[in-house]
């Protein structure tokens, strides 16, 4: 139908071309239709195979032999010491990535039913079906569907579980629909991701923001205070239900059990945005989950955090305050969430779950060691911090070690951002971390890394930042060749080829087998001014100028690093946490806002508008506007300074010349 509408336009191109003048002669429609660059591209990412520190969480690996089915038919390249179909990874041999070093333990943690499933013969076609009679339905769920969310709520400790395809998103607006009648009050937690902004369009609830406290050296939000929760409460004592956020994107969780205990004194609904905690109950030395806690609606993003496929999540609930009817929130999904639902995502769930619950913690336990042992190294580096609990503690909040925030503050005047570093570690060491901003870079660590991914990550870092430090290409490459790291990436084994935390290195890194850092810290001071900050600092001297040691750092011709290095810092973590203390007057709810008709305002008109979109800077996806606001002279000042300095594609929200969306007449 649509063939024939289009083919009934008229001509009207100047030169009598109509306007499928570019159609291939084998009636293509314009444009090369034989590509598909978002396959292209997918092909590509595949064969570069990168050290993953990003999610999802099964970090593109399937079981060694998930392919060796009978009906297997995969090419002959696969290799499945490295996860199936990969090829060695820059950086480290497949035999290396493989296995564990010194701790011997297979990388990946994919069930292997599953992986088998997705791999054999048809693989991802073959498991890829409709609700067929024997299947089970999402919205009617009676058969297996029912079986593996009942499963998953035992896991975790539910009342009722729900299987999500469409992300944690979707499990939050439902959370918040089912919570929320249009006007009700919501205590939220201000730095919560823009999902939350979403299901308040959707409720109609009008959000009391609850600013969250600040880490000055991340320059990351940590969260709100109980007592600042406290606070809202007593205000606001119609509020339904209260919004937090367990843990953050960056490893930080708030004292979820006094939270969760002060919105039930108050007898509110406690709502629990655990994108991010999906495996928070299968360590003890993990933070609480908010399940534990006894919060009533706990959305936990599988993907991220387990061997998930990407968009599957859990909504858990927990009845037994009776706070929640889950009757609305199954009203709601049905609203929400699409009615074809992928079985592949359904079953990642059913098997992520049973990897969690019968291996969770003998995997974890890896994985929070291994972090540990690279928070304990990168930590040496001078100029280099990494968040950790005892820092956090200090504040009220707890962390999760399975997130590896390194912040290069401490070398900003040698140029180094995290971005840069994360360019450097993408382009010259096979690394890709999950986020980088002006100072830190973040890796999300799972049940699916092994300890030879994370000595390829600590040394991969250690060997950028010493080419920033050391400040020439020359020394840089002098440099990497005496890397533990850089002797392997010609494919011989590393020296004797034990991992190199046999070779004397002390306490935890040697504990967890972490390779020894041979040559980095004499490029660090060791050899050039001594180790520790004042070595680091007389090296720093020794740099010419903060362009000349990202160019040792990208170690690819003059100029390149330095280039980047000035281009491209994300939006200013500062900046974004100043606006997010500051929130604006909410001047109509956020569904009038975005229901309502808008307009593109330019910045230097937009002060005293009302927001019609939510603004969000990439990374962290929290937005520093949210639909119904004021657009405040901070908030200008803000954008400005950030589109001004090239950083409007990273500004979701705000159109590439800086203009804004008001709401039409506001
Ligand atoms: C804290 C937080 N909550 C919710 C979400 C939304 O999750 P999803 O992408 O699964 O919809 C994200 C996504 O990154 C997040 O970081």
């Not at 496929?309 to 999904?333: C, I, W, Y």
């Not at 699409?338 to 359904?346: E, G, K, Q, W």
Request: aromatic share 4%; glycine share 12%.
């Amino acid at each position: 139908m649509r063939d024939d509408r289009r083919r009934s336009e008229p001509e009207d191109d100047a030169n009598g071309k109509g306007p499928f003048s570019e159609c291939a002669a084998d009636g293509a429609r314009g444009g090369d239709q034989a590509t598909a660059p978002l396959v292209q591209a997918l092909l590509e990412y595949a064969a570069q195979n990168p050290v993953r520190f990003h999610m999802p969480g099964h970090k593109g690996r399937a079981p060694a032999g998930a392919a060796a089915h009978p009906r297997a038919s995969l090419p002959p390249a696969a290799d499945t010491a490295t996860g199936a179909g990969a090829a060695p990874r820059k950086g480290i041999t497949s035999s290396e990535a493989g296995t564990s070093g010194s701790g011997g333990a297979a990388a990946g943690a994919t069930d292997p039913e599953f992986a088998r499933l997705l791999l054999a013969g048809g693989g991802a076609f073959a498991a890829d079906v409709t609700e067929i009679d024997g299947l089970d339905d999402l919205h009617a769920p009676e058969g297996a569907i029912a079986a593996a969310q009942r499963l998953a709520a035992q896991a975790y400790g539910a009342d009722e579980t729900f299987f999500l395809v469409n992300g944690s998103t979707c499990g939050l607006h439902a959370a918040i629909m089912a919570t929320c009648r249009p006007g009700d009050e919501i205590i939220v937690s201000r730095d919560t991701h823009r999902a939350i902004a979403g299901g308040l369009v959707l409720s109609g609830a009008r959000p009391v923001y609850v600013a969250p406290e600040v880490d000055e050296l991340y320059q990351i939000p940590l969260g709100p205070s109980p007592a600042a929760v406290k606070t809202a409460l007593e205000r606001h004592p119609g509020a339904r239900a209260v919004v937090v956020t367990n843990p953050s994107y960056y490893g930080v969780a708030p004292d979820i059990k006094t939270l969760v205990a002060t919105v039930h004194d108050y007898g509110k609904i406690a709502v629990v945005d655990e994108a991010h905690g999906a495996h928070l109950p299968f360590h003890e030395a993990l933070p609480l989950s908010a399940l534990e806690a006894g919060a009533d609606a706990v959305v936990s993003g599988a993907h991220k955090s387990l061997p998930a496929m990407t968009q599957a999540s859990f909504l858990h609930l927990n009845l037994r305050s009776g706070a929640v009817d889950p009757e609305a929130v199954r009203r709601a999904l049905r609203l929400i969430e699409t009615t074809s639902p992928s079985y592949v995502l359904m079953a990642s769930l059913d098997a992520a779950r049973r990897v969690a619950a019968t291996r969770g913690r003998e995997l974890l336990d890896r994985t929070i060691r291994a972090a540990a042992a690279a928070r304990e190294r990168l930590s040496g580096i001078p100029g280099v911090a990494c968040l950790d609990a005892d820092r956090l503690a200090a504040r009220g909040f707890a962390h999760d070690p399975t997130k590896l925030l390194v912040s290069f503050a401490g070398l900003g005047s040698l140029g180094v951002t995290g971005v840069e570093v994360a360019r450097l570690l993408r382009e010259r060491h096979g690394v890709e971390v999950e986020l980088a901003d002006a100072r830190n870079i973040l890796a999300i660590l799972t049940m699916a890394d092994s300890w030879a991914d994370v000595q390829a990550l600590v040394e991969a870092i250690e060997s950028v930042v010493a080419a920033f430090v050391k400040g020439t290409r020359r020394d840089h490459a002098a440099y990497g060749s005496d890397m533990p790291g850089d002797a392997r990436r010609d494919g011989s084994p590393g020296g004797d080829g034990v991992p190199t935390g046999t070779r004397g290195d002390s306490g935890k890194a040697a504990a967890a087998g972490m390779a020894t850092y041979t040559g980095s810290h004499a490029g660090l001071g060791g050899a050039e001014g001594g180790a520790g900050p004042e070595g680091a600092a007389r090296t720093r001297h020794e740099a010419t100028s903060p362009g000349d040691a990202a160019g040792a750092g990208a170690g690819a011709g003059a100029g390149d690093g330095a280039e980047h290095a000035g281009a491209d810092r994300g939006p200013s973590p500062a900046a974004v946490c100043d606006v997010l203390k500051d929130v604006p007057p909410l001047r109509m709810t956020p569904r009038e806002a975005a229901l309502s008709g808008a307009e593109w305002v330019p910045l230097d008109e937009a002060c005293g508008r009302v927001s019609a979109d939510a603004i969000v800077p990439y990374p962290p996806g929290v937005p520093v506007v949210c639909p119904g606001e004021e657009i405040t002279g901070a908030l200008v000042e803000f954008l400005r300074d950030a589109v001004s300095s090239g950083q409007a594609a990273r500004l979701r929200g705000v159109r590439r010349d800086g203009q804004v969306l008001a709401v039409a007449g506001h």
